[in-house]
């Protein structure tokens, strides 16, 4: 096992320097929240990913999830993580206070879902969708159901779940068919199956709650006619105590990775008594669903950038340790070998991860900014927030989770051979991160909803707002000597992404949206690149202040530098994959739409 | 399970109408092999795969390898394939005919590690292991060594390994301590640690023989003084019989994949009656040892290569049945949902894993080209050609290797969260193609190999034949209308390749060899995406000749055309990369070399 998984200096670094945290401590709502404040937080959350974790990564692998005679058995310590966290607030902690929260920003909330998947991302997860489940009863559901639910769940007694997923139905959501018949006493009988339910069942918990979608009786086709319901395990009765209500895990899933993370098949109301309650309004389900799949998106990215960071560490804790080979410049065998950190090609790898690792971070946290300050902002400021979060969510779930699967493949390709084994913990973080890019929408799903969906919304209002915050992170680069090359590098990269989205735009404007979509994905990763790079930048002209200004003591000299050496590389070695995209996207061929499949053989 | 793994239609072309294989029969040596007989001969290996191979492939990875008070037992079907494969003479397939070969050329006899590895690459290693070990004797051990041991290996009833890899020294085989002391029978008694040992030691096979790389007493150091030894694991009697060794197997590794392989750590000669006995003569060791390991190289590619077919053929079976969404013109819910073949992402995706399958067989099936003319021809010719196998060497073993990993990522995504799951194969060839970037040399020493050897022998002759190759292709295309567009891409991606190579020499020859050798693995990668355009440009060529010359079958034709098809994916999405790796490559950064790794924090 690896002696590290995240950089606390790194994560303090990217809220203090990089994304200015404490500025919203000048908002009521996070007053509370200074940089001492926010520096204790961090530590105590590093505290619990080091106690409850990460002792814990290898066993939940090794001794995951079974299934007999229908009950699913996790490992111990899923119910430890779900009573300590619950019991000391954790599990609500973004939540407001009124409701049990802390009101924590968004920015320090997410470090949560950070240091833990760093640390072990097979438990994670339980907590997690918990929190987000309870998200859509506390805002979308009636007061009887958030009395009922709320805070059962954010004490960590009760795990809850989000149901879209059917066998049938995965990406295209809109052809769901499970099924709600009212009851006379206002809820309504469910009938359906459930499948890829994270989270979905496990002995030793008092319940689980399926924030689950269905369809009403007659309600409009396709996603206009879902609705969102609160789907027990077992029904909390009158007289407060618990009865089964017709929910049967039919099965759980055997995966790659995150094996000791349960993923189960539910059967709802085969026996005709399975009763969900309606949150909200009829027919509005998809739209409340969309904040918990917002942020799962988020969560889902960041769980990948934690992964990098863990895959990160484990090889360079490896490279500095192991000793293989001479340096090129210098074979004499009398000499004694090298650490493999002298390897320049051992050096790209881990500049690689590092880059990406660090890159993915700053960018989950610029997305959680916009999302606090949109919390606590008004009018077209508020809007604006809205529309970069919107904007970047497609970026942020998608990046750290397939640029960040090559980053832990180049971690394991570090340890050779033994890298392959199990003996090291990188071949289960191959495994585990391989799911970033499936869970909530595919990379493809994903792709169309950033070309097809966040380009176009208010005409483009948000990409135009992407513009002027790049520009104005050029602006400031461009003041420091150092700096001017990659600003202008970054500003280029940038007209090429607008003369990509034009280009497209113009077949979009013929009418042919298959074809001016074809290619979102890759869009998407030269987006990507180009946001990623911004925040890099952004590292860089922070460091460089820091540099001007802060202690000289060694390690800060060390750290400030290793940042502007990281953005350095990422210039050169991962931004000019974007000429590449940019030729394709351009290049006029419509093989993916207009090829004949047949020929596909 | 799948119902395909491989195209036999799709081997023949390449076999017959790109690389010509009949031209062969010209020469005495491989005068037998017509066309006929090589058809029946690849209809053969398929069905050896379809029979002893395929069915066994979910068994073996799940079922794998266990290792209990010092015995190890793999899945019954590895004794069945030795038994087999060696009764029937498959093992020594490739050999003459004077020590029971079938004199098989290259390139049909390398199908056998492609077909029986597309259908599972968990059992051809140890058939194919003991034809390399058997190879080594043949070639250069004595007479009395090969009575002993050529009949019993190529007969599948003893085991061959290659034992070089110590803890201490795996990529840096100069720095091997396994000793070898000289007994008075002309035996040596060998003492070290083997570890990585493939196809080490299982129960149930008669014998293991390990061809192993050790140290005279007083030799000289470095590669120098390697010599080489066969090392029984039971050593033959005067009278006959088989007894004890001095070779423990001290534990295996439990791996990411390929788990139905053995791995072993080996002890030799704690006992001190470890005997093992010199092939050649004392020194040459790794000269020998370089047949075998040139030989494995190609066939780690061509595993690879095998596993992208089987990766790919399993998405595009589920492609076309699986039902889910609308196509992105017509999104109207009264229509039917369609098969995901029909969105233009999982074509995109299905298209690569095409192109780089194909494209990584075509680059198998040139190289062993080479070494069948190499074997039968004379003088210069045969020089030529053996330094063609020598360039494409690092090529053929990367590529289908890291490309193909990327590929069989993309038939995991194809199939979405199902991919994650092991009621598809793709969770395991995702996991079994994993190794192949690291067995026999690391990318990154490839790479080495590549730039810092390979295109440097002779002056560059080897090089400078390759640009002859594909001149030739260039030129054949230019007259074909249709192909002329993409020629002229292999012309411009050519002499970029050429660029490069300047660019990095006047760097070696400021003497700064570990800066000119830096980026030894992107300038690989750019090597190897432009000797596959090379292939695919001489695929296109065939199919444009069959198309104007051959049937007008509408299974021929959809052949054919699927051939131009994939042709044009990947000059339009893959070749553009090398761009950005030249980009990189010529930046002047000096980031791997002279970044301070103190930094890497």
Chains 1, 2 share one sequence.
Not at 10 to 24: A, M, P, R, T, Y
Not at 315 to 329: H, T, V
Not at 403 to 423: E, H, P, T, Y
């Amino acid at each position: 096992m690896a002696a590290e998984y995240v950089s606390l200096r790194n994560i303090k670094f990217l809220l203090h320097d990089v994304h200015g945290v404490s500025d919203l401590a000048q908002f009521p709502y996070y007053s509370e929240y200074d940089d001492e404040s926010i520096d204790m937080i961090v530590d105590t959350i590093k505290e619990l990913a080091d106690t409850y974790f990460f002792p814990y990564l290898e066993e939940c692998d090794r001794h995951g999830v079974t299934y007999e005679n229908g009950t699913v058995k996790v490992h111990p310590q899923v119910l430890q993580v779900m009573k300590n966290l619950g019991e000391n607030g954790w599990i609500g902690a973004a939540y407001s206070a009124d409701v049990g929260g802390m009101q924590l920003p968004h920015m320090v909330a997410i470090l949560l879902e950070y240091m833990f998947a760093a640390a072990n991302n097979n438990l994670n997860g339980y907590p997690g969708l918990t929190a987000g489940a309870a998200g859509l009863v506390i805002s979308f559901a009636s007061d009887e159901l958030k009395k009922t639910y709320v805070e059962k769940m954010l004490s960590g007694r009760w795990q809850g779940t989000m149901a879209l997923t059917e066998p049938h139905a995965g990406s295209s959501l809109s052809d769901i068919t499970t099924t709600a018949s009212p009851n006379d006493d206002g809820s309504y009988q469910i009938k359906g199956t459930k499948t890829f339910i994270s989270s979905g069942d496990y002995e030793g918990i008092e319940n689980v709650v399926h924030l689950t979608l269905a369809k009403i009786e007659g309600a409009p086709a396709g996603v206009k006619g879902i609705s969102l319901f609160v789907v027990p395990k077992k029904r909390p009765t009158a007289n407060g105590k618990l009865e089964p209500n017709g929910v049967v895990t039919a099965g759980i899933f055997h995966k790659l990775g995150q094996k000791g993370y349960v993923t189960t098949q539910l059967s709802m109301g085969d026996d005709d008594d399975c009763r969900g309650w309606l949150v909200g309004k009829p027919h509005y389900g998809l739209a409340y669903m969309f904040q918990m799949m917002n942020a799962s998106r988020i969560s889902v990215g960041c769980n990948a950038a934690g992964i990098v960071s863990a895959a990160y560490h484990a090889s360079l804790e490896y490279a500095r340790d192991r000793i293989q080979g001479r340096r090129l410049n210098n074979k004499d065998l009398t000499v004694p070998q090298t650490e493999i950190i002298n390897h320049p090609d051992i050096r790209r790898m881990l500049f690689m991860q590092k880059s990406i690792s660090e890159g993915a971070l700053s960018l989950v946290l610029q997305c959680t900014r916009y999302e606090d300050l949109h919390h606590v902002t008004d009018g077209e400021e508020k809007e604006n927030n809205w529309l970069l979060l919107e904007l970047l969510t497609p970026l942020v779930k998608t990046f750290p989770a397939d640029v960040g699967m090559q980053a832990v493949s180049n971690g394991l390709q570090v340890l050779g051979g033994s890298g392959f084994c199990d003996d090291y913990p990188l071949e289960q973080y191959y495994r585990d991160i391989r799911i970033m890019s499936i869970y909530e929408g595919t990379t493809g799903i994903q792709s169309l909803d950033l070309l097809g969906r966040k380009m176009q919304i208010k005409e483009g209002k948000a990409f135009k707002l992407f513009l002027g915050e790049v520009q104005k992170t050029i602006g400031e680069a461009m003041a420091i000597a150092d700096l001017q090359k990659h600003a202008e590098q970054l500003k280029s990269a940038v007209e090429k992404l607008v003369g990509v989205a034009k280009h497209l735009g113009k077949i979009a404007a013929t009418g042919d949206i298959e074809l001016s979509l074809a290619d979102a994905t890759l869009y998407q990763q030269m987006f990507s690149l180009v946001a990623v790079a911004w925040q890099w930048l952004k590292q860089g002209i922070a460091a460089h202040g820091a540099l001007k200004h802060q202690s000289k003591a060694e390690d800060d000299l060390k750290f400030y530098q290793s940042k502007i050496q990281t953005l350095h590389y990422y210039y050169v070695y991962e931004l000019p994959e974007i000429d590449r995209l940019a030729q394709t996207m351009t290049s006029g061929e419509r093989l993916t739409v207009q090829g004949d499949m047949d020929l596909l053989v």
